[in-house]
C-alpha cells in the first residue's frame, strides 16, 4: 500500500491518534523515542508541520530510524525553520517591551513565548502573534508606540494582540492577576507574565473555548502539570465558575488520556474518572484533519445558491452545520458526560435551522 493510499484511507480520527503518539511525553527533558512506522508518520507530516508541532515531533523520532527517512527530514527542516523563526519572534518581542509607554503600561504576556519557557527547550513552541494584556487606561498609548514600529522581518514578524480584558479569566480581578503573576528574564530585559495557577486556569479554558482543536495547547497543559513549582495553589487555581472549573478537570483528564501526561501532582478526588469518549473523538478529528491548521477556516456554502445551483448538495451543506459537540456544549454551558455533546449538538442545530431555513427561504422567494 503506497504512502497516498494509506493517507486516503485513514480517518480523521485515526489520524488524530497517530499525532497524539508522536507527541506523548514530547515536552519532558528526555522523551521515549517514538514506535511508528514511516508510512504512519507521513500520512501526518503536513499537519506536524502546518500545525506548528514538528518541533516536538521530532523530539521523539530524532533518536529513531525514522530521523532518516524522508518524513523524518522533512520534520527537521521544519524544526529547523521553527527555531529561527522563534528567534525572530523573541527579538520582535523585546523590541515591543523596550517602549517606554510598554514598559511603563506593565503589561502581562499571554502564551506565546511565556508558555515557551515551560519547555525544556523553549524553541519547540511555536507561536504566531503576541498577546499583551493591559489596563484600559493604557490602551491608547501603547496602541499608538505601537504603530511606529518597524519590524526587522516583515515576512517573519508577530502581530501584536493587545487585549484589555482576560476573556477565559473572567473572574480574576486585575489585583488578583497581578498579585499571582511572575516576572521572566529576556536577554535585554524582563516581561511579567501570568503566574502558574492562573496560566493553567487559562489554557485549559482557551482550549476548550476553541474546540482543543490545537494539539500545541494540550501539550502546553501537559508541561504545566508535570512541572508545577512548589507551593501551586489548587484553591486559587480552581476557584471562579463551577463549569469553567470542571472544564479545567476534564482537560487534566483528556491531557492523560491522549498523551499520557502524568496527573500525579493534581488534585485526584477532583478529577474525573475519564472523558465521555465522544469529547475524545471531536477533539482528535480536529487534530487529524489538515484543514483544520489553514487560517482562516472557509465558510459553508450559502444554502440558497445550493439550492438555486445544486439543490443534490443540499444535505452536505447542512452536513457543513451540524455543530462540533464541544461548541454546543460549551454555548449552553452543560456539564459533559456521555450523552450532553450529542444532546447538545442536535439542540444547537435545531435552534440554529429555525433561524437560518426561513432567512434563506425568504431571500429566495425574492426574485430580481
Known sequence: MTDATLEARTRPVERGWLVASVLSGAWRAKPEPVSMTEAQLRTIVPI????GTAALAWRRIR????AATDAGREIQTARRIQAAEAAIRQADLEQVLALEAVRTADPVLLKGWAHGQLYSEPAVRHYTDIDLLIQPAFLEPV????????PADPARSAPID????AKDLPERSWAQLLGHSRVLALPSGRVRALGFEDTLRLSCIHMMRHLGFHPLWLCDVSVLVENLPSGFDWDYCLNGDRRRTDWLLAVLRL???TLGTRLDRCPGRRLPRAVPPWMVRAMLRWWGNEATYIYPWPLPDSIGSVVKDDPRQLLRVFADRWPDPLQAVGRYSWPLNRVSGRVAQVRDFVSRALTWVPRHARRGAVKP
Not at 493587545?162 to 480584558?165: A, G, R
Open 143 to 150: 496602541s499608538q508606540a505601537l504603530a511606529t514600529l518597524v
Open 255 to 257: 491531557a492523560n488520556q
Open 48 to 51: 506536524l508541520v502546518r500545525g
Open 63 to 66: 533518536e529513531t530510524p525514522l
Open 162 to 165: 493587545l487585549q484589555t480584558e
